[in-house]
């Protein structure tokens, strides 16, 4: 009798696995599709024009005088509070265990990184922004180098216009797998932090690859990326794909129809689009009210325009929602990615002008003039002229601006970045009153706040 | 490089000094409505050099009858250092900028506006009334560059320490250090 080999039966479960996987996956898109309508059609939404007696004039704006009175109590949760992701501080004025009103008090990580943005070069510039919103470092450089090539009037190459949205789509993977994960933590579900975050270190190991570090990249810089995609790259993000795609559906499983997280989280924080729109909020926060606005589709950068993929909205505008919208959109990035792999052109992965880029480093051997040139492109930097203008993209957290103003010389007169953590917080305003507090966290949680990003 | 040979000159003289005529819409429609207002295109973005006075006119104006839905940023710049600074003809440059950047979701369509802001009364109508998004942003370039907001609900510090005497992303407030004491530390450092 053949004596039956580990190997085989290891393969044969993994290959069933695998078909098991995929049928989960195409359940789960299923499903998706009834959840939540899937937006296809271009650019502009209808929207009624906001009338006189509209929502958004009535918004309470918290702050001024908070009240003398004995019957209400304030209590401050923060800064040092392990649901506030960081040092988030929120002052709440409760009546017993009702939440009437919220006031986010911010600063804790302010570090002046704009105005460290002045005193840098535009090459040491995305070394800078980076830090910012550390859970997708990449968007914030995509961001400030889009600015700069725009001032500089360069194109890129097409192969670094292709790295760079398969990056940003792995980055924008495992932005949302960390909130799965932060989100599971904050309302209980303890397992799926372990989860969220088995996922997202597979997708931090791959920026790794490419990068070298795991977060605080400084990979795409003005001109293109630093470095092409190794050897090997179509099989490990294939292999990516598989694993985050499985994790997706095994979230999804554990949670989408769990009674207890729907407990916690159906009809909780609801916001309506007028007042996500008044309150400055954008990305998965406008599109859980129902509003499918996403830059990717309606203002198209990169090479967007190229792949397949649908904009997640939902109707609710509640915490469900924004929790749904996040898990959907990460099989979203899983299929850009796939059409990356595809699609991927050949050629430079930056810009050959010599004004920008440095020489390549073979050259730098052989060559004095390779060396004075790579030289003086590090400490000096290069001149862009003089201009402004403001760019924005999609991040995983909503619309990400970089307005930036030179004066010709090679730094930056004002180095701006609208970060979208920082206008997403005061939609809190509308989400909070009325709510339990410890509703308040689950809220807190589904804005997905990044201080580094909201203090700079 | 001693051998490139000296780049051309393709710098197309301005046509005319003159205001530009918008080929924006939208700006052809504000600058009918606000004749002190000059468009100007940079890099392809419409950009409207308001009055200060109508600022808030301005906004208003976007939003209620042009469907700018959402103002996503306020900032400004200090142009203090920067002597060779192009402006369009028929503004006079001040000291600060201020700039929001509207969009308009059911147009599918951006603007910018523009105010110039002097030194000696560093102060702008706020569109907190109009857009309460605008809240923290303001806040953010009160705190940072000293601007103050009128109509603004609570203009108070947002990144910077309440009792900080300064304003940061001023020119003229240089980085440096800032003595960190600790209680019950002897050495003061």
């Avoid at chain 1, 922004?129 to 995509?142: F, G, H, K, Q």
């Avoid at chain 1, 600015?147 to 670094?160: F, G, H, I, N």
């Avoid at chain 2, 603007?111 to 907190?128: K, M, Y």
């Amino acid at each position: 009798m053949r004596p039956i080999r580990r190997g085989e039966r290891a393969k044969r479960a993994s290959s069933q696995e695998r078909r098991a996987s995929a049928s989960r996956v195409s359940r789960l898109a299923a499903s998706a599709t009834r959840n939540l309508e899937h937006q296809t059609d271009e650019g502009a939404q209808e929207l009624a024009p906001l009338s006189p007696e509209a929502k958004a004039r009535e918004l309470v704006f918290t702050g001024g005088p908070w009240p003398d009175v004995d019957d209400t109590m304030i209590l401050n949760m923060g800064p040092q509070h392990p649901s506030t992701h960081g040092v988030l501080r929120i002052m709440m004025e409760l009546d017993a265990e009702t939440v009437l009103r919220a006031k986010p008090v911010i600063g804790y990580l302010h570090t002046g990184m704009e105005k460290t943005g002045e005193e840098l070069t535009y090459v040491q510039g995305a070394t800078n922004v980076t830090r910012m919103d550390y859970a997708a470092p990449l968007s914030n450089e995509l961001v400030f180098s889009m600015a700069v090539e725009r001032l500089l009037d360069v194109e890129v190459p097409p192969r670094a216009t292709w790295i760079r949205m398969l990056m940003v789509e792995v980055n924008r993977m495992a932005s949302h797998l960390l909130f799965q994960a932060t989100n599971g933590m904050d309302l209980g579900a303890v397992s799926m932090m372990i989860y969220g975050w088995r996922e997202r270190e597979l997708a931090l190991r791959f920026l790794e690859a490419v990068t070298g570090l795991r977060m605080n990249h400084n990979y795409i810089r003005p001109g293109g990326v630093a470095a092409d995609l190794h050897d090997g790259w179509e099989s490990d993000l294939l292999a990516l794909c598989d694993q985050v795609e499985r994790g997706v559906s095994e979230y999804a499983e554990l949670l989408v129809d769990n009674p207890i997280w729907r407990e916690r989280t159906v009809g909780i924080g609801v916001i309506t689009t007028e007042q996500a729109l008044a309150l400055g909020a954008t990305g998965p926060i406008l599109r859980s009210t129902g509003f499918a606005w996403d830059l990717r589709k309606a203002q198209p950068y990169l090479a967007y325009d190229d792949v397949d993929f649908d904009v997640i909205y939902a109707q609710r505008g509640d915490t469900f929602d924004r929790f749904q919208i996040r898990l959907y959109e990460i099989l979203e990035s899983a299929k850009i990615v796939r059409q990356c792999v595809e699609k991927m052109p050949a050629g430079d992965f930056r810009v050959q002008d010599r004004k920008i880029t440095p020489p390549p480093r073979a050259r730098i051997d052989e060559s004095m003039e390779a060396l004075i040139h790579h030289f003086k492109l590090f400490t000096e930097g290069f001149r862009v002229p003089p201009g402004e203008t403001y760019v924005a993209i999609e991040s995983p957290r909503g619309e990400i601006g970089c307005y930036l103003v030179s004066d010709g010389t090679s730094k930056p007169v004002r180095m701006h970045i609208r970060g979208p953590s920082f206008s997403n917080l005061q939609s809190m305003d509308a989400m909070v009153p009325g709510c339990l507090f410890a509703d308040a966290v689950a809220i807190v949680s589904s804005i997905d706040p990044i201080m580094g990003e909201v203090d700079r | 490089m001693a051998d490139t040979p000296p780049r051309e000159e393709n710098h197309e003289p301005p046509e005319d000094e003159a205001p530009v005529s918008p080929s924006d819409e939208v700006a052809a429609a504000v600058l009918e409505r606000f004749p002190g207002t000059v468009f100007h295109e940079s890099h392809g973005q419409p950009v409207l050099l308001v009055d200060r006075a109508s600022w808030h006119d301005v906004a208003a104006f976007l939003r209620d009858e042009q469907r700018f839905t959402q103002c996503v940023d306020v900032t400004a710049v200090d142009h203090l250092v920067d002597a060779a600074r192009a402006l369009p003809p028929g503004v006079a440059g001040e000291r600060f900028e201020v700039v929001a950047n509207f969009v308009s979701h059911p147009r599918n369509r951006r603007i910018r506006t523009i105010s110039q802001v002097p030194e000696g009364d560093p102060s702008v109508a706020s569109l907190v009334d109009l857009y309460p998004g605008v809240g923290f942003p303001e806040r953010e370039v009160f705190d940072l560059f000293g601007i103050r907001f009128e109509g603004h609900p609570d203009l108070t510090r947002i990144l910077m320490p309440d009792d900080w005497v300064g304003f940061p992303l001023r020119k003229d407030d240089a980085p440096a250090r800032v003595p960190v004491t600790f209680k019950g530390d002897p050495t003061p450092r």
